[in-house]
Nanobody, 123 residues
Framework: QVQLVESGGGLVQAGTSLRLSCAASGRASSTLTMGWFRQAPGKEREFVAAITWSGDYTYYSESIKGRFTISRDNAKNTLYLQMNSLKPEDTAVYYC????????????????WGQGTQVTVSS
């Protein structure tokens, strides 16, 4: 089993930056491709970004491409999401995911999930 714990969320103003972290414990080596999803109030959970185990390949949703960067440090068993130029529409609970089996943009294809961290961007 793998446990994922997110941190780094908070309340920020539009145009500023945040970096989310996700610490994996347990059988961290089985996280394989990892990703970030987010869910705003009243909306479905949506794909944000994903990264392969080696870090050679990254994938982003169009809504955040160019502003967010996903990365990982396997030696530290930690996944990151650097979020720049934040907008009010980025407000959501952000979830870390691991162990992809299938299309990277489908939430159901990930086995492990964190509890989420709230990001609120004020205008």
């Amino acid at each position: 089993q793998v446990q994922l714990v997110e941190s780094g969320g908070g309340l920020v103003q539009a145009g500023t930056s945040l970096r989310l972290s996700c610490a994996a414990s347990g059988r961290a080596s089985s996280t394989l491709t990892m990703g970030w999803f987010r869910q705003a109030p009243g909306k479905e959970r949506e794909f944000v970004a994903a990264i392969t185990w080696s870090g050679d390949y990254t994938y982003y949703s169009e809504s955040i491409k160019g502003r967010f960067t996903i990365s990982r440090d396997n030696a530290k068993n930690t996944l990151y999401l650097q979020m720049n130029s934040l907008k009010p529409e980025d407000t959501a609970v952000y979830y870390c995911t691991g162990h992809l089996a299938g299309a990277y943009y489908v939430a159901a294809n990930y086995r492990y999930w964190g509890q989420g961290t709230q990001v609120t961007v004020s205008s």
